[in-house]
């Protein structure tokens, strides 16, 4: 069975950074995208960062362009995303994704990501 957990949840001021962690198991060549959705309350999950199954394309939403990095640990099947200059506004709760034919594009639509983890709280406050 696949399963995808994430850690490194926490409250923040702003300004501060974060970084989260995310593995993926029982998913297998010819490979699989990873990605970082949040949902804040009264909102829709929307796409934060997502990596393609082939890992030659990554979609940033325009909200987090310039302070988020995704980077994928191909030995150990993990995915960890990089929060900097955090905001109020990224006050959600995150949920790393795994999905085995995502490729990439303008968006990253939630649909074509099948396998879920559980979600770890971000909290940006003053």
């Known amino acids: 069975a696949v399963k995808v957990e994430e850690s490194g949840g926490d409250s923040v001021q702003p300004g501060g950074s974060l970084r989260l962690s995310c593995t993926v198991s029982?998913?297998?060549?010819?490979?699989?995208?990873m990605a970082w959705f949040r949902q804040a309350p009264g909102k829709q999950r929307e796409g934060v960062v997502c990596?393609?199954?082939?890992?030659?394309?990554?979609y940033y939403a325009d909200s987090v362009k310039g302070r988020f990095t995704i980077s994928k640990d191909n030995g150990k099947d993990t995915l960890s995303l990089q929060m900097n200059d955090l905001k109020s506004e990224d006050t959600a709760m995150y949920y790393c994704a795994a999905s085995g034919y995502y490729s990439g594009g303008d968006y990253c639509p939630t649909d074509d990501f099948p396998f879920w983890g559980q979600g770890t709280q971000v909290t940006v406050s003053s």
């Open positions: 990596l393609s199954w082939d890992g030659k394309s990554t």
């Open positions: 029982g998913l297998g060549f010819p490979g699989y995208a």
